[in-house]
């Protein structure tokens, strides 16, 4: 809000109308979406045998940093599964098992596609109706394992 000049209280004054409203909305829209286009890449890497690679996402800015610290990325042995097992084989059935964390991506995906498509006007009625996709499109993410 701060970038683009919006204040809170002209928010609550003017509504749809305050200066910078749509500016910032469109700024973190599209942070939001870059975030699952960059979660669902991850995840195809993954799936696919590669690299998470998480430095992709963060390149150009300070403070994040990957270290490799688990027990498995220093060579130890997963004693669960009897001994040392291939790295992307671990990952992929980590992601497996744990898919349902990336389940809300679902709806929040549908979401910014209806605030896209009234033009970042967060006042429209349109975005407090359900979406009767939604079940079948989680259903499809679900079965699929991909989001």
């Given at each position: 809000m701060a970038e683009?000049?919006?204040?809170?209280?002209?928010?609550?004054?003017?509504?749809?109308?305050?200066?910078?409203?749509?500016?910032?909305?469109?700024?973190?829209?599209?942070?939001?979406?870059?975030?699952?286009?960059?979660?669902?890449?991850?995840?195809?890497?993954?799936?696919?045998?590669?690299?998470?690679?998480?430095?992709f996402e963060y390149g150009e800015e300070d403070g994040h940093e990957y270290s490799s610290t688990s027990a498995f990325d220093r060579g130890e042995d997963d004693v669960r599964c009897g001994g040392n097992i291939d790295k992307n084989a671990r990952q992929k059935e980590e992601v497996e098992r744990a898919f349902g964390v990336f389940m809300p991506a679902v709806p929040t995906g549908l979401w910014l596609q209806r605030l896209e498509g009234v033009d970042f006007d967060v006042f429209m009625g349109e975005l407090r109706r359900k979406d009767w996709r939604l079940p079948w499109k989680a259903w499809v993410a679900y079965r699929r394992r991909m989001f």
């Open positions: 683009s000049g919006l204040k809170e209280e002209d928010v609550f004054r003017y509504g749809a109308e305050a200066e910078g409203l749509k500016d910032a909305v469109f700024k973190v829209a599209t942070r939001a979406s870059d975030h699952l286009i960059t979660a669902r890449q991850m995840l195809r890497s993954v799936q696919g045998g590669g690299e998470v690679g998480h430095e």
